[in-house]
């Protein structure tokens, strides 16, 4: 079986939707939490909103949390708008509607709540829709980062790493970087690593980098523990170490992070530091393909086409490598499935690239990638 080459992949930081969840509770039992909101609180209808959302307390039932935030919506309760805006946009106990998602998020960003801010940015950044689009999002991102959210800072610092929206800045970059580092939040020391890695913003230091890496890895950031993960196997900046490197992307994968699913699938093919395991490599790269991994449709792809471990399932094959070919990163992805396009049958390649037209990725399990409050990132 040929292992996809690129398969030891930095893995970047990515956008998060997220909830208004850290508001301080109103205290009291939950009688009298009740008493105040039908007496129209507010934040009372807010708290018990959260309450079923997150089933603190009580049963979760997001139809009951959905019918509390619509009421402090009402009285213009600007966490509660949000958090009703979130769940248009992921469809949450209501039909998804980004339109009126898009609305709801744009209504509380106006009155400055900043997480709004920072939702109404993301989801204008996922459509990609050109140079205006961009800089609304920009400015909105700027206006969560300056109230102190600290995604939102670390969001910012992409989008002046990158100069979407904004003019290229990587010294600002690294400026924003550090302000939300030195909160203590991991996925903000992960990107300040990240950066250090690459060297935007200030000159390469691979020694801090791994350094806040095994920081933001000890507090549980998935993608701070495969980037170490990855130091070791490729014996960067730290001694090459096969079995720390397992280590490391075995905590990440437990917390369901593609870029570790298919490195520990990589690993179990070539028996090299746990024992070779054909099987569960080929359902780590599925894990992995699922989620959207390229890496892992890539060696998904390539098992299914050799037939090498696994039944040999052309049309699949060419599904997973249709997808990975259509990424940035598919150069592999690419070569395997023109290899594959010289035996298939064309009926039978259109009905691949049909099946990949229908295809829609598998969220993580566990959301290992974004800033937490358990991970000393409050955001909002």
Same mark, same amino acid.
């Given at each position: 079986?040929?292992?996809?080459?690129?398969?030891?992949?930095?893995?970047?930081?990515?956008?998060?939707?997220?909830?208004?969840?850290?508001?301080?509770?109103?205290?009291?039992?939950?009688?009298?939490?009740?008493?105040?909101?039908?007496?129209?609180?507010?934040?009372?209808?807010?708290?018990?909103?959260?309450?079923?959302?997150?089933?603190?307390?009580?049963?979760?039932?997001?139809?009951?949390?959905?019918?509390?935030?619509?009421?402090?919506?009402?009285?213009?309760?600007?966490?509660?708008?949000?958090?009703?805006?979130?769940?248009?946009?992921?469809?949450?106990?209501?039909?998804?509607?980004?339109?009126?998602?898009?609305?709801?998020?744009?209504?509380?960003?106006?009155?400055?709540?900043?997480?709004?801010?920072?939702?109404?940015?993301?989801?204008?950044?996922?459509?990609?829709?050109?140079?205006?689009?961009?800089?609304?999002?920009?400015?909105?991102?700027?206006?969560?980062?300056?109230?102190?959210?600290?995604?939102?800072?670390?969001?910012?610092?992409?989008?002046?790493?990158?100069?979407?929206?904004?003019?290229?800045?990587?010294? $600002? /970059?690294?400026?924003?970087?550090?302000? *939300? &580092?030195?909160?203590?939040?991991?996925? !903000? @020391?992960? +990107? %300040?690593?990240?950066?250090?890695?690459?060297?935007?913003?200030?000159?390469?230091?691979?020694?801090?980098?791994?350094?806040?890496?095994?920081?933001?890895?000890?507090?549980?950031?998935?993608?701070?523990?495969?980037?170490?993960?990855?130091?070791?196997?490729?014996?960067?900046?730290?001694?090459?170490?096969?079995?720390?490197?397992?280590?490391?992307?075995?905590?990440?994968?437990?917390?369901?992070?593609?870029?570790?699913?298919?490195?520990?699938?990589?690993?179990?093919?070539?028996?090299?530091?746990?024992?070779?395991?054909?099987?569960?490599?080929?359902?780590?790269?599925?894990?992995?393909?699922?989620?959207?991994?390229?890496?892992?449709?890539?060696?998904?792809?390539?098992?299914?086409?050799?037939?090498?471990?696994?039944?040999?399932?052309?049309?699949? $094959? /060419?599904?997973?490598?249709?997808?990975? *070919? &259509?990424?940035?990163?598919?150069?592999? !992805? @690419?070569? +395997? %499935?023109?290899?594959?396009?010289?035996?298939?049958?064309?009926?039978?390649?259109?009905?691949?690239?049909?099946?990949?037209?229908?295809?829609?990725?598998?969220?993580?399990?566990?959301?290992?990638?974004?800033?937490?409050?358990?991970?000393?990132?409050?955001?909002?």
């Amino acid at each position: 079986m040929i292992i996809c080459p690129a398969m030891w992949r930095v893995a970047p930081v990515v956008f998060a939707l997220l909830l208004c969840l850290c508001q301080p509770s109103l205290g009291g039992d939950g009688a009298d939490l009740r008493r105040r909101a039908e007496a129209g609180d507010a934040a009372a209808l807010f708290e018990l909103g959260k309450a079923y959302q997150t089933g603190d307390g009580v049963g979760r039932d997001q139809r009951r949390a959905l019918g509390y935030y619509e009421r402090a919506a009402a009285l213009d309760h600007w966490p509660a708008v949000n958090n009703l805006a979130a769940a248009f946009e992921r469809g949450d106990g209501v039909k998804a509607d980004p339109s009126r998602a898009e609305a709801l998020y744009a209504r509380a960003a106006a009155a400055g709540q900043m997480v709004a801010q920072y939702n109404l940015s993301a989801l204008l950044l996922k459509r990609q829709a050109g140079s205006e689009t961009d800089a609304r999002a920009a400015a909105l991102m700027r206006q969560a980062a300056e109230q102190g959210h600290i995604n939102a800072q670390i969001a910012l610092a992409s989008l002046l790493q990158s100069g979407r929206g904004v003019d290229a800045a990587p010294e $600002a /970059a690294l400026d924003w970087l550090r302000k *939300a &580092a030195a909160t203590g939040c991991a996925p !903000a @020391r992960t +990107a %300040l690593a990240y950066a250090y890695q690459r060297g935007v913003g200030a000159p390469a230091n691979l020694t801090a980098a791994i350094a806040l890496y095994r920081q933001a890895a000890e507090a549980g950031d998935a993608t701070a523990q495969y980037n170490l993960g990855l130091r070791y196997a490729r014996g960067e900046g730290v001694a090459r170490d096969d079995a720390v490197a397992l280590q490391w992307f075995v905590k990440a994968a437990d917390q369901d992070f593609p870029h570790a699913l298919n490195a520990l699938g990589v690993l179990y093919e070539r028996g090299t530091v746990a024992p070779q395991n054909h099987a569960e490599a080929l359902r780590l790269y599925r894990l992995a393909a699922e989620r959207g991994n390229v890496d892992g449709q890539t060696n998904l792809g390539i098992a299914l086409r050799d037939g090498a471990h696994a039944p040999a399932d052309p049309a699949q $094959a /060419a599904m997973w490598l249709t997808l990975a *070919a &259509a990424q940035p990163a598919g150069d592999a !992805a @690419r070569a +395997a %499935l023109e290899r594959l396009r010289q035996t298939m049958p064309p009926a039978r390649l259109r009905k691949a690239q049909e099946m990949a037209g229908r295809w829609r990725p598998r969220p993580p399990a566990r959301g290992g990638v974004t800033a937490t409050e358990a991970q000393g990132c409050p955001n909002g």
